[in-house]
């Protein structure tokens, strides 16, 4: 078995990061470590602030330390909301708050309907160790905004967002396809085949290599 531990008390992450893992993994986030803060996130990239997470979690903890932080990126609002897609909305934001939001913006260009909304999810893991970066992994998955939300399933901006060569919203498709195709899928796959060269070990893939 493996060991790792994530810098996030996001249950959603969390579940995810599992799944793309596969069972060979043993995974434990913060959430059963409430005396750790919650550090800022004052960087302005995904890599500044995953960096930010995992060196803080990992100045605290033993062992190797990941933190993902990810979001949407639309090119009709100039990459908004980009870092800040966790609280498009504000502070507090739920992910409905946010993606109410997102469409709002975007009624307020008042674009052609039958041009498609580019956009992509981008994801970056960072790995510490003893408080010192050791590495970064970056991932994305292009696709396009659904104007009205589809499906129950994921989380986030999940059920506006479909990925190229598909015709369902990643909250559409069931997680196994999504954690194969996703940008958290394609940038823990880098991180997997990094530790696994890292270790000297046979290299190993998750279900969800992507």
């Given at each position: 078995?493996?060991?790792?531990?994530?810098?996030?008390?996001?249950?959603?992450?969390?579940?995810?990061?599992?799944?793309?893992?596969?069972?060979?993994?043993?995974?434990?986030?913060?959430?059963?470590?409430?005396?750790?803060?919650?550090?800022?996130?004052?960087?302005?990239?995904?890599?500044?602030?995953?960096?930010?997470?995992?060196?803080?979690?990992?100045?605290?903890?033993?062992?190797?330390?990941?933190?993902?932080?990810?979001?949407?990126?639309?090119?009709?609002?100039?990459?908004?909301?980009?870092?800040?897609?966790?609280?498009?909305?504000?502070a507090k934001a739920t992910d409905q708050q946010n993606r109410d939001h997102l469409l709002t913006e975007l009624a307020r260009l008042n674009h052609a309907?039958?041009?498609?909304?580019?956009?992509?999810?981008?994801?970056?893991?960072?790995?510490?160790?003893?408080?010192?970066?050791?590495?970064?992994?970056?991932?994305?998955?292009?696709?396009?905004?659904?104007?009205?939300?589809?499906?129950?399933?994921?989380?986030?901006?999940?059920?506006?967002?479909?990925?190229?060569?598909?015709?369902?919203?990643?909250?559409?498709?069931?997680?196994?396809?999504?954690?194969?195709?996703?940008?958290?899928?394609?940038?823990m796959e880098q991180f997997i085949d990094w530790l696994s060269r890292r270790r000297g070990g046979r290299k190993k893939r998750g279900p969800a290599g992507?």
């Amino acid at each position: 078995m493996r060991y790792l531990t994530i810098a996030t008390r996001n249950a959603n992450k969390t579940r995810e990061l599992c799944a793309i893992l596969g069972p060979e993994w043993i995974v434990e986030d913060l959430t059963a470590r409430p005396d750790l803060p919650e550090p800022e996130e004052t960087g302005a990239t995904f890599e500044e602030n995953a960096i930010i997470k995992a060196v803080a979690a990992s100045s605290a903890l033993p062992g190797l330390v990941i933190a993902d932080d990810s979001g949407l990126e639309v090119d009709l609002l100039n990459g908004a909301p980009g870092v800040y897609s966790a609280r498009y909305a504000g502070a507090k934001a739920t992910d409905q708050q946010n993606r109410d939001h997102l469409l709002t913006e975007l009624a307020r260009l008042n674009h052609a309907a039958e041009e498609p909304v580019i956009a992509r999810f981008r994801c970056v893991i960072a790995v510490a160790e003893n408080g010192k970066t050791i590495e970064t992994f970056s991932g994305a998955v292009e696709g396009r905004i659904l104007l009205a939300e589809a499906g129950a399933g994921g989380f986030g901006y999940d059920p506006l967002f479909i990925p190229d060569g598909r015709c369902q919203t990643f909250a559409e498709l069931d997680p196994a396809t999504k954690n194969s195709i996703s940008h958290r899928a394609r940038a823990m796959e880098q991180f997997i085949d990094w530790l696994s060269r890292r270790r000297g070990g046979r290299k190993k893939r998750g279900p969800a290599g992507g």
